[in-house]
């Protein structure tokens, strides 16, 4: 309870560090602490040079995903509740501390402007996997700004409850260095791919 209490104190600080470190990403990552108990809520940004409907390719097909999102075990589309939701399983292999993860997320895309694509768990809408620990609770957003340049910036937002005997206050501290990671992985993969090339994977439909 002591160090928990020492770590919260000194986050504001200590989180920004991983994203700094991380010199391959153009990424610029801070935390909000909510006034709540659970989860913190982090936010990254990054700019990626490519126009926004090529970004948005990116985020919603499977194909491409499979691509780009590290650690990324299996994905797959469950349902699609409304024309602009989607129900997906995600499972992850996750580096020490964490142990294997896998989710149930709906996503639900705003055309705006700015295009959202907002992220919230539904851990029992199918059954809990064996070797995974089913997170109990998630909520994010991705949000698409066009640039004068034609360049999108992205927002990132996420809170995440890990489940399982992981401390919330060392899910958060990962969690920074996983918003990096992820965004800096779309910026290098988005700026760079032709979203064409993979339409013909069996697998492809919209995460939308």
Known sequence: MFYGNLFRAMAPVLLAIPAFGLSDYAVAVEVE??????????????????????????????????????????????????????????????????????????????????????????????PEKAGYQRIPFSEGRWTLHTELSGATRVDYLQRVEPGGQMPQWLSDRLGMTHAAELLGALQDYAGATDTSDCSGDRHNSSVQ
């Not at 809520?41 to 499977?62: M, Y």
């Open 33 to 126: 602490r909510v006034a709540r108990q659970g989860p913190d809520e982090i936010h990254a940004t990054v700019l990626v040079s490519a126009p926004v409907r090529q970004v948005l390719t990116v985020l919603e097909k499977p194909c491409h995903l499979r691509r780009w999102v590290p650690k990324l075990q299996s994905l797959k589309i469950l349902a699609r509740p409304q024309e602009n939701q989607t129900l997906v399983y995600m499972a992850t292999d996750s580096a020490w501390p964490m142990s294997p993860r896998d989710s149930v997320t709906l996503f639900t895309r705003h055309q705006g402007p700015p295009i959202t694509l907002e992220m919230e768990s539904r851990p029992n809408a199918v």
